[in-house]
């Protein structure tokens, strides 16, 4: 079975500190994977995304991410922290078992920034 | 372009009532899924529509049904509602499907049910 494993409910962090969030994946094959931000009232915003190739990506509002297949990991990163990146963070796995858009998501991650 | 509209965005009901949720999909794209939100069980697929053809389903009882309209519309429908049935259901659309598209969500339609 594909599941998401986001270890963390809340991450604290410092303006202007780096910021990870971490993210785990089981997958049977390869996987696709994403980051999407949730702010308050809304709905989920797509941040990037992994399909293959270069183990980092790079996404929207300075984030990126790190693929590392032997640790089924991809953790979301950020240099530089900002009070406005405060929000929901989900990872998504798309379900590679079939012709369709079946994704799942982990918990959610809650980052805090602080002044 | 204009983003994925959910209608209507609050919504509260009784037990034993259904409801019509409705998400207009970002112009030219063909597949919509639609997600529960629970602070309990977090975000859960419930099915995708591709063509005007569900394309998966999530484990989900069968009062949970929507439909795709030739335009990509979706509607999805709750009957007999249940008070568990209370979340924010969000609705997703993407340019294709089976490939690696990421959603585009809308705002949700947040459903009480008393």
């Known amino acids: 079975a594909q599941s998401v494993a986001q270890p963390e409910d809340q991450v604290n962090v410092a303006e202007g500190n780096p910021l990870t969030v971490k993210c785990t994946y089981s997958?049977?094959?390869?996987?696709?994977l994403f980051w999407y931000v949730q702010y308050p009232n809304r709905g989920l915003q797509f941040l990037l995304k992994?399909?293959?190739?270069?183990?980092l990506v790079k996404g929207s509002y300075g984030f990126e991410a790190e693929f590392n297949k032997s640790q089924t990991s991809f953790h979301l990163k950020k240099p530089s922290a900002l009070v406005s990146d405060s929000a929901l963070y989900f990872c998504?796995?798309?379900?590679?078992?079939?012709?369709?858009?079946?994704?799942?998501f982990g918990s959610g991650t809650k980052l805090n920034v602080k002044p | 372009k204009a983003g994925v509209t959910q209608t209507p965005r609050y919504l509260i009901k009784t037990r034993g009532q259904q409801v019509t949720l409705s998400c207009s999909p970002i112009?030219?794209?063909?597949?919509v899924s639609w997600y529960q939100q629970t602070p309990g069980q977090g975000l859960q697929f419930l099915f995708e529509?591709?063509?005007?053809?569900?394309?998966n389903k999530g484990n989900f009882p069968g009062r949970f049904s929507g439909r795709q309209f030739s335009n990509s519309r979706s509607e999805m429908n709750v009957s007999t509602l249940e008070l568990g049935d209370s979340a924010l259901y969000l609705c997703?659309?993407?340019?294709?499907?089976?490939?690696?598209?990421?959603?585009?969500f809308g705002p949700g339609t947040r459903l009480t049910v008393t």
């Open positions: 997703a659309s993407s340019v294709g499907t089976g490939g690696p598209y990421e959603q585009y």
């Open positions: 997958v049977s094959g390869n996987p696709y």
């Open positions: 992994y399909i293959t190739g270069d183990n």
């Open positions: 998504a796995v798309r379900d590679p078992s079939g012709n369709f858009n079946k994704f799942y």
């Open positions: 112009s030219g794209h063909r597949s």
């Open positions: 529509y591709f063509s005007e053809t569900q394309r």
